[in-house]
DNA sequence: CCGCTTCTAAACAGCG
DNA sequence: ACGCTGTTTAGAAGCG
């Protein structure tokens, strides 16, 4: 396949938040004939803030509506860098530039992520553990009630477990963990948890050992043949409320999963696929600044016919939605797009979720929507 | 309107 | 006795 390669250019301190990351996120955009590869080099100290965005196993295509694009363009800059249709090669930012602007923050720091958790122990990336204090919907003023179900609530908290069991009081804490909404709401949810527990088949209870005497009742989990319904609950739920990524790109819970999960807020839709090809963390490791080639080539293998597919068979593909994916291999996180598509890098509105990321959002498309 | 799902409330029993 | 856990029933609300 004909590639070409293309550095994008730093910003100046002007044209990106700057308390968002230092310098552009997107150090260098590659674009083939029919996939267009963003890699933002990530230093290792970069990677612990933004474990569970991007996961190394799980890649992910993020489905955007671009016509809603209007007020968000309208109020920034005329394009000042790049011709999207003639990217000109520049230099790449320096390594304390990449330290700053691969930190992902700010895409936990909205108010309703779920809280970061711990990877999978295979992952080179940093362990959070239950007791670190977990980024929650108390930066809200006055936190709004998860648009999950209780059945959904409960799933993610067994998966989230390290066991994938969890007695009712830890189902409790984690959604009084993860949604301080639960913290000031009237005590019937509980009630509502135990209901769904004792009335859904897709929950069982586990009688506990005789030995662990410790706390009462059962552990509950999750019953395997109704993992998948739940998955796609859980995929519809987001698909109209969620703004979260987190939880979809967790492997932890894509593990088993057979088929993508997907999810979208009011613009933006985020599917997680699950591959049949090997984790990427199981690849050869990538040197910090790759080759550009080696990058396309292994963009290609891996990707090419994913993307290809999910192109002909994705139905966003007709409604205002175009797709990119998003993953992470190593100290690298990838965007890849459709590069046949009308292709606008605007399409980085799934950073428009809040004003922060809005203003990421505005540096990218001052990046790549060029001066027409 | 109907059926389904979900939520909420309540009552009750069992257990530690 | 008390609190927690688990089960069950009932009604309301929302949605397709």
New binding site residues.
Partial sequence: MESDTHTLPPLPTSLYPTTLYQSPPFSSLLQTSSTVHVSLPLSPLSIPPCPTWLSPTAPVSIHLKTESLSPLLDSLSPPQFLDRHNLHCLNSPTTSDQDDLTCLNWLHQRGNLLPLQPLPKTTPLPQLEPQDPIPTQHHLSSPS?PP??????IFMAIEYSPDKRL???GI?DWILNSFPYYRAA?G?????V???????KSFC?IHRDKNQ?V??????CVCPEYRSALLE?LRKTQYYHSTNSNLLNNPALLEGADYGVSMVCDTVAISALTSDNPPLSSNPPCPLTPDHEELVNMEAVEYEEEVGEEMEKDPLSDSGYIEFHYYQYHQYQYLVLPGDTELDLETVEILQLDAEAQEAAGSLLDLAGGGH
Avoid at 148 to 153: H, N, V
Avoid at 188 to 192: D, I
Avoid at 194 to 200: C, F, I, Q
């Fill in positions: 009630k999950y179900s209780f059945s959904s609530l007695p009712v009081k409790y009237p019937g949810w509980r009630n509502s135990r209901h769904n527990l004792s009335l859904s209870r005497s706390g009462k009742g059962s552990l509950w609950v």
